[in-house]
């Protein structure tokens, strides 16, 4: 296998060390200890995100119709490379662009993909995490997080944990159970859940060190609209058969 970079991926390279040399914020660890509170650093690495994706550089491998750059997967670790070598903060949409955004072009409504994908790259929806439970980590299959529908709604109650982000994303990617009678690891959905609904709070976990980079979160009767279900109702595991596998591939047991 040849590792070498085509003459096109070293001119992106040299662009990008170029753009981030005039355009760079410096040295994250230093500028990290001015920035006195979490909401400080938050609002920085938001304004960091839209420059960067001003530039062109958010979403490098993202279809253009969802305003990625529809480059390869060797343009994003280029990039990578790159914001090391410069020492640049990372994005804080990192859930949005990592998790939330490829599981939606894979799997999300043409609605759901044009309300959201755009607006992850630009940072106006900021997405955290919400899988793990007290009593779910590993073990995914025993969230206990309940959704329950009614009428045009799913009504949620329980709690989640190690949500890093939470304390200044407004969107969550939500799995929860629907099918309590089903056996384990099906029952499941995910939902893209707008944190701003009623019933929704964040609580920071402090840390020893006195940083609280993550969070716990607690839904008290939320209502989500079921247009926000991704995939179908029980939908929520890839041995559901809606999920899309590689062509001649066969379901999970
Ligand atoms: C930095 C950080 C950020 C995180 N951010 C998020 C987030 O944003 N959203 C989110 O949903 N979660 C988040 N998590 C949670 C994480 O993804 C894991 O789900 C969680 O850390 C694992 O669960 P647990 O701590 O309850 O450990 P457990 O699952 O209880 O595991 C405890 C120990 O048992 C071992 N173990 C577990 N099962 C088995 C097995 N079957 N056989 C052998 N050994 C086993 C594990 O390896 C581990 O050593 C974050 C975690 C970290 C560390």
Known sequence: MDFKLTPEQERFRADLRQWLDAHGPGDWGRIRSKLATREA????LIAWQRKLHAAGYVGLHWPTTYGGRGATVLEQAIFYEEMARARAPE????????????ALIA?????????HLPKILSAEHIFCQGFSEPNAGSDLAAVQTRAERKNGYYVINGQ???????HYANWCILLTRTDPSAPR???LTFFLVDMA????TVKPLRQMSGDAEFNELYFDNLEVPAENVVGRENGGS???SSWPRPAGGRAMP
């Open 41 to 44: 650093q938050a609002e920085f």
């Open 160 to 166: 989640k944990v190690w949500t890093s982000y939470a």
């Open 185 to 187: 690891h099906k029952g």
């Open 238 to 240: 890839p041995s559901c």
């Open 107 to 115: 799997h999300a409504t043409e609605r759901q993909k044009q309300a």
């Open 91 to 102: 994005l804080p949409n990192a859930i949005g662009l990592d998790m939330a955004g490829p």
């Open 197 to 200: 609904s009623p019933g929704f």
